[in-house]
Each structure stands twice: as C-alpha cells, then as structure tokens.
C-alpha cells in the first residue's frame, strides 16, 4: 500500500507541470471552496468557483509559458492585472444597502479563489490544495468564533442575522 502511495505522489510531482494535472487542480480546488459557498446558499457557488480557478491558472500559465520562450514578456504584469481584474469582479458581489454592506466575504472568496489559480498556474498545486482547505476552514470556522462572540456580547443567535452579517 505505502508504495502504491509513494508511486502516485511521484507521479504527481513529475505530472505538476502538465497542463491536464493543472486543470484537474483547479477543478478540484475550486470546487472545495464552491461547495461551501454552495451549502450556504452564497453569490459564488461551484461553478464560479471551479471557472475562476480555471481561468487564472491558465491566464498565470500561459504568461509563464511566454516568459520561458525568450519573448519580451513580463508574467508578473499578468498577474498585477489579475489581481485588479478580480478585484472589480468581487465588487460586483458587494451590496450597500440600507446601512448595511453584504457579500464582501463572497468578494474575499473571489480574491482567494484567483490566488488559488495563480498557484497551481505556477506548478504548486499541492500547495494551492491546501489553500482551498485553509480556505475552507476559515469559512466554517470562523463562523462558529463569530457565533460565540456574538452570544458573549449578549446577543442571541439568530442563524439568518448572522449568516446575513458576516457576508
């Protein structure tokens, strides 16, 4: 069994580089954080999620790729424009209204979603899977300090108050 094991994780550091192992990654990774956002009913759910992995990670790689030709190319600029692209795309899900501001967890989520691309865009997939759990575990965790704080304040819990605040 430890080598059955020890010959997949060899595997997929030779495979990191490829263009199918990228993708799978970014599928997968996306789809773990989308899920989440899925269950709680949110703006991001796992399309959007899996879609704004995929297409950092290919926007991130193919810049790499060009840099390694010999062109005149500047990765870096690709990614200074995808972090302000994915910017205006999370202010989109932000909503002012009435005194009260919504969705800048959601914006969060895109702008973590899209760092998560550039990672696996940039060959580290295992790290960018562990992103999306970190990710993960931020959004169900966190959540459940928030509820304790609130109910040492002396508020109640009320679940749909909540949710609605914290997003």
């Known amino acids: 069994m430890d080598l059955a094991l020890d010959s997949i994780l060899r595997w997929c550091r030779a495979s990191q580089s490829e263009l199918g192992f990228q993708i799978g990654a970014a599928i997968l990774c996306g789809a773990i954080v989308g899920f989440e956002r899925q ?45 302000t692209g994915v910017g205006f795309l999370g202010a989109g899900v932000i909503i002012s209204k009435g ?21 696996i865009g940039l060959g580290r997939a295992f790290e960018a899977l562990a992103l999306s759990i970190i990710v993960v575990f931020v959004l169900i965790g966190v959540r459940k300090f928030e509820q304790i704080f609130k109910h040492l304040r002396g508020g109640s819990y009320e679940p749909d108050l909540i949710d609605s605040e914290s997003e």
């Open 99 to 119: 005194g009260s501001v919504t969705g800048v967890t959601s914006a969060a989520v895109v702008w973590i979603l899209a760092a998560i691309g550039s990672t």
């Open 39 to 83: 269950l709680r009913g949110k703006a991001i759910g796992i399309r959007t999620s899996i879609l704004i992995c995929l297409a950092t990670q290919v926007f991130i790689r193919l810049s790499a790729e060009l840099a390694v030709t010999g062109a005149v190319y500047d990765p870096t600029r690709v990614m200074g424009q995808i972090v």
